[in-house]
DNA sequence: TGGCTAATGGGACGATCGTTCAGGTAGTTT
DNA sequence: AAACTACCTGAACGATCGTCCCATTAGCCA
């Protein structure tokens, strides 16, 4: 518990989340094989030599931004259920909204996320992180719900995946019927 | 129209397949990011002259690959849905299974399957051959029933990735409520 | 048999990579 | 003020990268 916090440490903090969102910006334009110290220190408008400074290794900076991503995911699908929920059976426009918004404007976002995704898969030590979101996500639901609600993210995971390899991105109206079909209750 | 077979040609075209399985086997094993002209070389037991000879590029060589292996999804997925239809109710237990076994012993094809994906996403010149195995499934379905295909498709994808990232493989028995869910119509 | 072409493979070049190191700066403590 | 600590950074090292060059081999055709 420190009472008068070190001037030197937070500048060093705030540069190394500066280093962080960088890294998700290089991925979201180039990918995970964009990402070198070099690229990174670039687009952060810091010496190369800094990188490496904060972060052991590149292994380590993927790693703190796979959790940062990952905590941004959580509370933006926290909404998105909570917003989805306040509006009842007008639940699928929502999500279908969200859908095509993360497939058109925010399409790198959403292809960097599922890169880190990936990445998890590889690499076990960044899974908790991955997944963490799922759990937080699963926790909201009433527990004779979890297996709808399994059906329901893992639907939104293949219809983003699927959205992102076509040549233009689907609209919301296109998505509607699905979104509503997944949601439908059997 | 070649009546007399070229020799040379037909020794070239048999060792181009080798590096593209030897790619696939290295994508496996270590991801994309391990894909370079000498793990290739090495893996497939050729000289690295002999990669940059038969493709012009990597890009070209990982295109190579992501067609061969979309190929084979589309064929092997093609026998699972005939196969969870001719089981009728049963299915749930057909789909299951694939997908446990997806998650386990070929958990690494699996990985590869879906990076080679989202590279596709990042490059417009692969999304036809990535999308024909969606296509060639979508086909199979009656007209009526195409948003609940859809559904199943999205939920199986979703599955699957989420299944990469659990720290053990779901067993089928795991998934088998799920997927009966999926399943079941509305 | 002698040209011709496709496939093969050894070697090397320049570029870029991750990472290290040592010197320099600035904030904190005594 | 002095000692200490944390952050910063330019320069450089060795490794590895994609790719090119050129000599050699082997199958084809006239």
Redesign the interface.
Known sequence: MKMQPDGRKARGEKRREEIIAATLRVIERD???GVTHRTVATEAGVPTTSTTYHFSSLDDLLVATLISCARDMATEVYWMIDRARSRGSRGADEVAGLLAEALGPRRGRT?AE??L??L???K?EL?PA??RW?DVLTSMVRHDDE??F??F???????L??G????EPPSADELR??VA??L???
């Open positions: 990918g995970v094989a292809m599922y890169e995704y990936l998890a898969a590889r076990p899974r991955a997944r799922l297996i709808s399994r059906v993210l893992a639907g939104i995971d293949g219809l995946i699927q992102l390899i076509d040549d019927p699905v079909y997944l439908k209750p059997r």
